[in-house]
């Protein structure tokens, strides 16, 4: 009979952990975007992120981003408010889609605002 495959340690302790969630999943992104750019592009909608990360397909130098991050915002920053402001922005030519941290608690009630409807953009020096 074959284990079925565990959850990273680190997502478990964030389920189980009474400290407030404060990630968020950003997806929709391009593939050659850094980290930085990502914290760049919080930075520039106001928004304080204690950490970004961007999520990687294969190993070590092989290693490519694969358009999707998750974002932890500093103690204070409210989530709702940040999701609010950055989902459907424009970013480098494509619109974010930032929702809940997928890992922690999924929003069934969860729809993304269609780029179309949201006109802002994220300013030049932030996508670069």
Do not use: W
């Amino acid at each position: 009979m074959e284990h079925a495959e565990r959850a990273p340690e680190r997502v478990l302790l964030r389920q189980t952990s009474s400290k407030r969630v404060r990630s968020l999943y950003v997806s929709n992104l391009p593939f050659s975007i850094a980290a930085v750019q990502l914290e760049e592009a919080f930075a520039a909608q106001g928004i304080d992120l204690e950490h970004a990360e961007l999520l990687k397909k294969g190993t070590g130098a092989s290693a490519k981003t694969c358009g999707l991050g998750v974002v932890t915002l500093k103690e204070g920053e409210c989530l709702d408010a940040c999701i609010e402001k950055m989902d459907g922005l424009q970013f480098m030519s494509r619109a974010m889609i930032v929702r809940k941290d997928k890992f922690v608690d999924d929003d069934p009630d969860y729809h993304h605002v269609p780029a179309a409807k949201k006109k802002e953009t994220i300013p030049a020096q932030a996508a670069h």
